[in-house]
């Protein structure tokens, strides 16, 4: 599985953004599709993540700011993110749970720079 991602950029507060993560080559057994971010110093926390079902989790610190969806034909998943604070700048991570006969666990993308400036 390939995970490509874009939208990462500088923002100021209050702005808004849009990531976007596809997914290619072998994308059978994608149980789930999510983002995660990591800051300076700090460790990667969950973002947001959706199952193939459409069931969604949200990290506390952007609840009711971020929204996350995918469309399931292009394989790809989106993040909008709303109301952009500052404390938002951080790495943000495309992320796949895939599960086959011969491989459990998560995958990676590249990540993608997102910059809040105050």
């Known amino acids: 599985v390939q995970l490509q991602a874009s939208g990462g950029g500088l923002v100021q507060a209050g702005g808004s953004l849009r990531l976007s993560c596809a997914a290619s080559g072998s994308i059978f057994g994608i149980t789930a599709m999510g983002w995660y971010r990591q800051a300076p110093g700090k460790q990667r926390e969950l973002v947001a993540r959706?199952?193939?079902?459409?069931?969604?989790n949200y990290g506390n610190s952007v609840k009711g700011r971020f929204t996350i969806f995918r469309d399931n034909a292009k394989n790809t998943v989106y993040l909008q993110m709303n109301s952009l604070k500052p404390e938002d700048t951080a790495v943000y991570y495309c992320?796949?749970?895939?599960?086959?006969?011969?491989?459990?666990?998560?995958?990676w993308g590249q990540g993608t720079q997102v910059t809040v400036s105050s």
């Open positions: 959706i199952t193939t079902g459409g069931s969604t």
């Open positions: 992320n796949v749970d895939r599960k086959t006969s011969s491989f459990s666990g998560q995958l």
